[in-house]
């Protein structure tokens, strides 16, 4: 195994940043957490990449959250920058211009589930667990947990796992809308890869478009809402990719989108 903290592997416009820290559960230090900022700000400008899969390494593991250790050795200013870069970190994910799967492989506690739900989509082996245990440590979620969770489970139940920072396994994630599906953890990859193939047949545009009217929209009222979906349609209008989609629907072949 590399000693690099993250692995970056990109194919057939799909970009695939592994967590490299199997040995203490793909912990979020300070070097990974660098890594991983300068991937995601790579990523966004590289057009020949249409979706980024998030993962862990090993079979233990997607990420236990914030490295335990090295938090020890940090003073209170550098809890408060650790927790402003995550923060910010995992914001940058989900506004990324390309949508992120989370291929949760194992273990997601803290950190870990905050990643996943920073990601648009997530796929849990059924040997995963999640959850945000921040209370038991005597802290609160601090990269996202408390907002985003409530917005994809509903409020309830939300509060439910954040004041008991009790661990779901994958069965209860996928029951509660934590996670999209579930899989067999030998198959889990596959399972992403092909998730991520039938977007690079979409246009990119569209997507691009579609993830900014959900994001954006969702944190208005339905009318505001409509507003910017309409927008982000009439971006689409006039590009190359909407009359190749005509094209190839009359002349019933696959079209052959450029993002442009």
Known sequence: MSDQVLLAE???????????????????NLALLQALKEQIEALRFKTDIRVIIITGAGQKAFCAGADLKERAT??????????????????????LNKPVIAAVNGVALGGGTELALACDIRIAATSASMGLSETRLAIIPGAGGTQ????????????????????VDAQEALQIGLVNQTCGPDVLMDACRKMAAMICETGPIAI?????????????DLHTGLDIESK?????????????????????????YKGK
């Open 148 to 167: 985003r969770l409530p917005r994809l489970i509903g409020r309830g139940k939300a509060k439910e796992l954040i004041f008991t920072g009790r661990r």
């Open 208 to 220: 691009e478009q579609a993830k900014y009217a959900i994001n954006y929209g969702l944190e208005t």
């Open 74 to 95: 940090l003073n209170e200013v550098q809890v408060k920058d650790f927790i402003f870069t995550i923060r910010n970190l995992f914001t940058a994910i989900e506004f």
């Open 10 to 28: 990109e194919k057939d416009g799909v970009a695939v940043l592994t967590l490299n820290r199997p040995k203490v559960m793909n912990s979020f």
């Open 232 to 256: 982000a349609y009439w971006v689409t209008v006039p590009t190359e990719d909407r009359r190749e989609g005509l094209a190839a629907f009359q002349e019933k072949r696959k079209p052959v």
